[in-house]
């Protein structure tokens, strides 16, 4: 073997060694790329499922308040002609009412945390799925 083979050969191997180096770290790129996706798509199906609980709680929240306020004047009226078993049992539903406000209130407030936390999760995401992106476009 001559000189120059010998060369030739060791520049090829150190070429397919280069290529084979090159095809991995795109292949981890992309790899990287498709799980960001898809913890991304987790990410949003979620941020859209607590948006979806907000809205129910906001609407059970806000029928709830009316029905208090209903309540409210129903027992006030009672209680202005004397008539003290309708009014308490007015009073119970009120009460009943209340609690469920509070309840629905304190729903929202931790859905509105959990909004968050998946709007901060999902801007992060992107944020590293743009920048994986930016490397594969390099090469």
Do not use: W
């Not at 004397?82 to 859905?111: C, F, K, T, W």
């Amino acid at each position: 073997m001559s000189l120059e083979q010998l060369f030739h050969r060791v520049e090829s191997h150190l070429f397919n060694f280069g290529q084979q180096i090159y095809r991995d770290h795109a292949a981890e790129l992309l790899d990287e790329e498709h799980e960001l996706s898809a913890e991304l798509y987790r990410e949003e199906a979620a941020l859209q499922a607590v948006r979806e609980e907000m809205r129910e709680s906001r609407q059970r929240l806000k029928q709830t308040e009316v029905e208090a306020a209903h309540l409210a004047s129903r027992v006030e009226c009672y209680l202005h002609v004397h008539d003290g078993p309708n009014a308490y049992q007015h009073a119970m539903g009120l009460d009943e009412a209340r609690r469920s406000i509070a309840g629905d209130r304190v729903s929202l407030r931790r859905a509105l945390r959990r909004e968050r936390d998946h709007l901060e999760r999902i801007d992060e995401l992107e944020n590293r799925l743009k920048t994986v992106r930016q490397r594969m476009a390099k090469g």
